[in-house]
């Protein structure tokens, strides 16, 4: 077996993995369960490779995201239910239909037209979806239950918007946002104060999405700042001689202040 640019040979190879005479023990014990958080951490590896703009890591992530649709639309063809062709075949059809002012006499003079477009689509796939399963469409359908949950929130809170509930502007935000923090703090009980941190977090997602910032994103970069001006204390504690456990806040503090004013300065 020799590498090829050829997605046929990607195909190949799953299948000689999966294949129980001679195949790989461990990808033979896997099924869609075990592998659906390998699906979601290479997604979370490509993200990370285009905020680094490493393009060479990307092409590898890239390659280790494809692996997953291949791996489960092997196991697929095995149970007899779809094979990647048919995936390729669903994904083509639902871009055509998503495009109807580029693979049809639909115009879009902007991107705003365009992305009006598709969103009338997707609410007609969605009531397609919903009259399938004898129901009611809603405009939550199709939200992931597997995002991480800030993003679901705001995707949440985007969804509803579109049909006229939200707040009007941001002030209003802010205020709700004010008012889930003032119950937390009168919370009494660990059960209120659960509920209330999700409400407070819930508000603060549709206050990012008011200010027009993806939340899950910023919540990204707040941590790798901490990240980076922790490492910084780190490394001036053990500078000064000092163990983290025994330099107190008041030094770590100190530490901290440090790279803080740097940050501001540059």
């Known amino acids: 077996m020799q590498p090829s640019r050829d997605i046929s040979r990607l195909l190949e190879i799953m299948a000689a993995l999966r294949n129980p005479d001679g195949g790989c023990p461990w990808d033979l014990a896997q099924d869609y369960m075990s592998i659906r958080n ?8 490509v993200a990370d490779a285009i ?6 890591d990307l092409r590898d992530e ?6 997953q649709p291949v791996f489960h639309a092997q196991m697929a063809t095995e149970d007899g239910r779809f094979d990647f062709g048919d ?3 669903a994904i083509t059809e639902k871009l055509i239909r998503r495009h109807p002012h580029v693979f049809g006499e639909q115009a879009a003079r902007d991107a705003g037209g ?8 997707k609410e007609d796939e969605r009531k397609a979806k919903a009259s399938k399963r004898d129901g009611e469409a809603s405009v939550l359908d199709d939200v992931p239950m597997v995002l991480p949950s800030l993003a679901r929130a ?13 707040w009007p502007d941001v002030p209003a935000v802010l205020a709700k946002v004010t008012e889930e923090l003032d119950e937390l703090q009168a919370a009494a009980t660990n059960r209120q104060r659960h509920e209330e941190m ?29 990240t980076r001006r922790f490492h910084y204390v780190e490394d001036r504690a053990k500078a000064d001689g000092v163990a983290m456990a025994d330099a107190g806040l008041e030094r770590l503090d100190g530490y901290w202040n440090e790279i803080r004013a740097a940050d501001k300065a540059s």
Do not use: C, M, S
């Not at 905020?51 to 060479?56: G, K, L, S, V």
């Not at 890239?62 to 692996?67: N, R």
């Not at 365009?114 to 689509?121: G, Q």
């Not at 705001?154 to 939200?166: I, Q, S």
């Open 198 to 226: 999700g409400d407070l977090l819930f508000a603060v997602a549709n206050l990012a999405r008011h200010l027009h910032i993806d939340p899950e994103a910023a919540l990204r970069d707040a941590n790798a700042k901490f």
């Open 87 to 89: 995936v390729v075949q």
């Open 38 to 45: 390998y699906t979601i951490e290479e997604a979370y590896e």
């Open 114 to 121: 365009a992305k009006a477009r598709w969103d009338d689509v």
């Open 62 to 67: 890239l390659g280790d995201l494809l692996l």
């Open 154 to 166: 705001e995707k949440l809170t985007k969804r509803a918007a579109k049909v006229g509930f939200d």
């Open 51 to 56: 905020e680094r703009q490493d393009f060479d």
